[in-house]
């Protein structure tokens, strides 16, 4: 009985010492890097909110767009000094990449800031995106804009990986400038929907599945970090599942 007791004593200990720990690091975590946004954009917060975005940037004319899949703005320098046209898109949060659109637009570049899920005749979740709505943008852009070429494609993220697949099927796009870009098609990010990112004539693209990542991955890189609030590493699944795909297909 006595040896039961001290067994449970130490268990009470530990399990003392461990939350005090856990506590210890959100507590520290939060004041290292709770106070500190990646962007004050107020737009950020709700990125689908289209009253959120500036309608009035000196020296530059903002335009919401609204045509069948093209959904966003278009932002017109009162003096464009470059040719052609740059087409923004945000990453895996939904955005259009505004405040990149805004920066090129300032500095004489015709931009759009366009979403690529979550408006209105898109999918409402990043999953099975269709190619071809990039379609309604090259309309837009023959119907509205003057100086049509070159296009180039500025995107970030997934919206990178998007746009890697747009250049394989479109030659209208003549450069890409690629922010946090991937050598792989992943799954989409919809787990009650689950399948690939990008659809073409129909047919999901074949795709890298996240969730074929070793609990290990996720437990070192999610779930103790979201326990201790400190930040997410997402890269680490993408490279294990990269892995785990490659060890299948040999």
């Known amino acids: 009985m006595m040896r039961i007791k001290v067994i449970l004593l130490y268990i009470l200990i530990i399990t003392?010492?461990?939350?005090?720990?856990?506590?210890?690091?959100?507590?520290?975590?939060?004041?290292?890097?709770?106070?500190?946004?990646?962007?004050s954009a107020e737009y950020y917060n709700d990125v689908t909110n289209l009253s959120l975005y500036p309608k009035k940037i000196n020296g530059?004319?903002?335009?919401?767009?609204?045509?069948?899949?093209?959904?966003?703005?278009?932002?017109?320098?009162?003096?464009?000094?470059?040719?052609?046209i740059v087409i923004c898109y945000g990453g895996s949060e939904g955005s259009p990449n505004f405040e990149e659109a805004q920066r090129l637009a300032k500095e004489g570049y015709e931009t759009l800031a366009v979403?690529?899920?979550?408006?209105?005749?898109?999918?409402k979740t990043l999953i099975?995106?269709?190619l071809e709505q990039f379609e309604d943008v090259l309309k837009y852009v023959n119907k509205n804009i003057e100086e049509k070429t070159p296009i180039t494609v500025l995107a970030a993220s997934k919206g990178a990986e998007y746009a890697l697949n747009l250049a394989t099927k479109y030659d209208e796009i003549s450069n890409l400038i690629l922010i946090a870009p991937s050598a792989y098609i992943f799954a989409g990010l919809d787990f009650d929907n689950y399948?690939?990112?990008?659809?073409?004539?129909?047919k999901e693209i074949e795709y890298i599945d996240i969730k074929k990542s070793s609990f290990l991955?996720?437990?070192?890189?999610?779930?103790?970090?979201?326990?201790?609030?400190s930040p997410v590493q997402y890269k680490a699944i993408y490279d294990n599942a990269v892995e785990q795909d490659l060890e299948r297909t040999r």
């Open 16 to 39: 003392i010492a461990m939350t005090m720990l856990v506590f210890t690091l959100r507590f520290y975590n939060d004041y290292k890097y709770g106070k500190d946004s990646l962007t």
């Open 195 to 202: 399948g690939s990112s990008w659809t073409w004539n129909g």
């Open 217 to 229: 991955t996720y437990l070192k890189n999610i779930i103790v970090p979201i326990i201790i609030k």
């Open 115 to 123: 979403f690529m899920f979550g408006m209105k005749n898109q999918q």
């Open 60 to 84: 530059v004319e903002v335009r919401v767009i609204d045509e069948d899949t093209f959904q966003g703005f278009h932002l017109i320098p009162e003096r464009k000094t470059h040719k052609g």
């Open 128 to 130: 099975k995106i269709p």
